[in-house]
Nanobody, 118 residues
Framework: QVQLVESGGGLVQAGGSLRLSCAAS????????MGWFRQVPGKEREFVAA????????YYADSVKDRFTISRDNAKKMVYLQMNTLKPEDTAVYYC???????????WGQGTQVTVSS
């Protein structure tokens, strides 16, 4: 199992930047693909970005491509989401998720609020 704790959310003006962090604890962190998802009230959680266990492959939702960058440091058991050129529509609770190889996202953090003002 893996436990996840997100941090780094906050209030930022449109056009600004934030860096989210996800700290993992537990065994074999580098056996997990990691992802960032976001959710607004009344809507389903949506995919934002993902990174493979090695960091060699990354994936992004079209809405954040070229603005957000996902990265990981397996030695520190950390995952990051650098968010640039933020828009009001990026406002959401952001969640870090972990997926074992061949599995589904079964492990989630508690979320961190990101609010982008216009």
């Amino acid at each position: 199992q893996v436990q996840l704790v997100e941090s780094g959310g906050g209030l930022v003006q449109a056009g600004g930047s934030l860096r989210l962090s996800c700290a993992a604890s537990g065994r074999a962190f580098n056996n997990y693909d990691m992802g960032w998802f976001r959710q607004v009230p009344g809507k389903e959680r949506e995919f934002v970005a993902a990174i493979s266990w090695s960091g060699g492959s990354t994936y992004y939702a079209d809405s954040v491509k070229d603005r957000f960058t996902i990265s990981r440091d397996n030695a520190k058991k950390m995952v990051y989401l650098q968010m640039n050129t933020l828009k009001p529509e990026d406002t959401a609770v952001y969640y870090c998720g972990a997926r074992p190889y061949g599995g589904s996202y079964d492990y989630w953090g508690q979320g961190t609020q990101v609010t982008v003002s216009s």
